[in-house]
T-cell receptor, first 110, second 116 residues
Framework: GEDVEQSLFLSVREGDSSVINCTYT??????LYWYKQEPGAGLQLLTY?????DMKQDQRLTVLLNKKDKHLSLRIADTQTGDSAIYFC??????????FGTGTRLTIIP | DAGVIQSPRHEVTEMGQEVTLRCKPI?????LFWYRQTMMRGLELLIY????????DSGMPEDRFSAKMPNASFSTLKIQPSEPRDSAVYFC??????????????FGPGTRLTVT
């Protein structure tokens, strides 16, 4: 079945860029997503990318997709304390069911 | 819209008791998902519905778990009898078919269940 892997933890200094990585196994993925979970809250969609794109930029967020290597990354520029959260990568093969990764806990160092 | 509503937000119960978690999806959404989140296992999909009909319940741990969706605006997840290993945060999420293959799931705030 599908598998989505992420590293569990990332620490970044305030003002630096954060890069969160994700690998997936299903080559028929159509959309890939990044969700953010703040403490005590549910997940919230941050951004997404269609599989025929290799990059998407949205303000401080840059998503890179390497379909050949099945690798997805999320770059957050000028990381702020409010970016502290757990970030989940997710993929779908064109239906309503998402497969989520393990989540990466981003900690900001002042 | 108020978003996905879940109740209760916190539930503490003793082993063996029945627990019922409730969810109200966003109006107009035709998909409803139940997830469980733990430190050990991460985020697990338990079951999901389309137009009130269960589509995939392969993630339901065992017969102690059951879920219903009697109408488009209400769903329940029941655990009977509850066990300490059921302690987790349970999320409900809803989405709708945009016709573009892109599905955004809207999550509720979760119910933190503690079984002692």
């Amino acid at each position: 079945g599908e598998d989505v892997e992420q590293s569990l933890f990332l620490s970044v200094r305030e003002g630096d860029s954060s890069v969160i990585n994700c690998t997936y196994t299903d080559s028929s993925s159509t959309y890939l997503y990044w969700y953010k979970q703040e403490p005590g809250a549910g997940l919230q969609l941050l951004t997404y990318i269609f599989s025929n794109m290799d990059m998407k930029q949205d303000q401080r967020l840059t998503v890179l997709l390497n379909k050949k290597d099945k690798h997805l990354s999320l770059r957050i520029a000028d990381t702020q304390t409010g970016d502290s959260a757990i970030y989940f990568c997710a993929e779908t093969t064109g239906n309503e069911k998402l497969t989520f990764g393990t989540g990466t806990r981003l900690t900001i160092i002042p | 819209d108020a978003g996905v509503i879940q109740s209760p937000r916190h539930e503490v119960t003793e082993m063996g008791q029945e627990v019922t978690l409730r969810c109200k999806p966003i109006s107009g959404h035709d998909y409803l998902f139940w997830y469980r989140q733990t430190m050990m296992r991460g985020l697990e999909l338990l079951i999901y519905f389309n137009n009130n009909v269960p589509i995939d319940d392969s993630g339901m741990p065992e017969d102690r778990f059951s879920a219903k969706m009697p109408n488009a605006s209400f769903s329940t997840l029941k655990i009977q009898p509850s066990e300490p290993r059921d302690s987790a945060v349970y999320f409900c999420a809803s989405s709708f078919d945009r016709g573009t293959l892109m599905y955004e799931q809207y999550f509720g705030p979760g119910t933190r269940l503690t079984v002692t």
